[in-house]
């Protein structure tokens, strides 16, 4: 499987931005896709999933309202919109796959990471 995220960049407080992950050498077997992140310092965290097949969602309470998630079957992508954002947004974005929506937030399945976007949120 290989998992390349883009998207991000630097943008200012209450800015946008869409983050995309392609998905390639891979069947899709598991259920959902989600998105991650990693601040300096701190533990990589849970961000968005959604289910590959029905497009159910779910997201970590921090970015509820203000970041979608949704997916491309016919591009095997994965995007992130990121709207309102702030300060504490700013991290390394990555992707990863799981069981189901929620189930992927302690359990991604892909054990090797791909390289992340860096987002960063100027105060």
């Known amino acids: 499987v290989q998992l390349v995220e883009s998207g991000g960049g630097l943008v200012k407080a209450g800015g946008s931005l869409r983050l995309s992950c392609a998905v390639s050498h891979y069947s899709f077997t598991s259920e959902a896709m989600g998105w991650f992140r990693q601040a300096p310092g701190k533990e990589r965290e849970f961000v968005a999933s959604i289910s590959w097949f029905s497009g159910d969602t779910y997201y970590t309470d921090s970015v509820l309202g203000r970041f979608a998630i949704s997916r491309d079957k016919s591009k095997n992508t994965v995007y992130l919109q990121m709207n309102s954002l702030k300060f504490d947004d700013t991290a390394v974005y990555y992707c990863?796959?799981?069981?189901?929506?929620?189930?992927?937030?302690?359990?991604?399945?892909?054990?090797?990471w791909g390289l992340g976007t860096q987002v960063t949120v100027s105060s």
């Open positions: 990863n796959a799981g069981l189901d929506t929620r189930n992927i937030v302690l359990n991604p399945l892909f054990r090797d």
